[in-house]
């Protein structure tokens, strides 16, 4: 799998992924370090990559029921970490299990999109 990790994302976060052996790739490396929240959507979205975000505007800005100009995010998966800092990369790997399946059962869907929220007590998936 490949991975789009924002700014927010602690570097051990990456670590995390790459010791699974997913590919982690920096916003900051692709894009401008204050490119939009869409822009960045976008480009995680075209390089078909999971956007792995700190940030709760991408829950606005490409929910899981697309309304009006939102619909633009088709195709946009994401996994959302609502938990301190510290707690990120031990969450994540707690939850690789499930957003490797989630991202396994969504390439078979007509929508293709995985939503997986992981926070300091839940790890949630949005079908």
Not at 2 to 25: M, N, W, Y
Request: contains cysteine; proline residues 4%; glycine residues 2%.
């Amino acid at each position: 799998m490949k991975f789009l990790l924002d700014q927010c994302v602690p570097a051990s976060v990456e670590r995390v992924l790459s010791e699974a052996g997913h590919t982690a790739i920096w916003v900051r490396n692709v894009l401008p370090t204050d490119a939009p929240d869409e822009i960045v959507a976008t480009a995680s979205e075209n390089a078909d990559a999971v956007l792995v975000s700190m940030d709760k505007d991408f829950k606005k800005i490409a929910p899981r029921v697309l309304i009006g100009h939102r619909a633009r995010f088709r195709t946009l998966s994401r996994v959302s970490l609502d938990c301190i800092e510290p707690h990120a990369a031990a969450r994540f790997r707690q939850a690789m299990s499930l957003v490797e399946a989630e991202f396994h059962l969504a390439s078979q869907r007509s929508d293709r999109r995985m939503i997986v929220l992981i926070g300091e007590s839940y790890i949630r998936t949005n079908r």
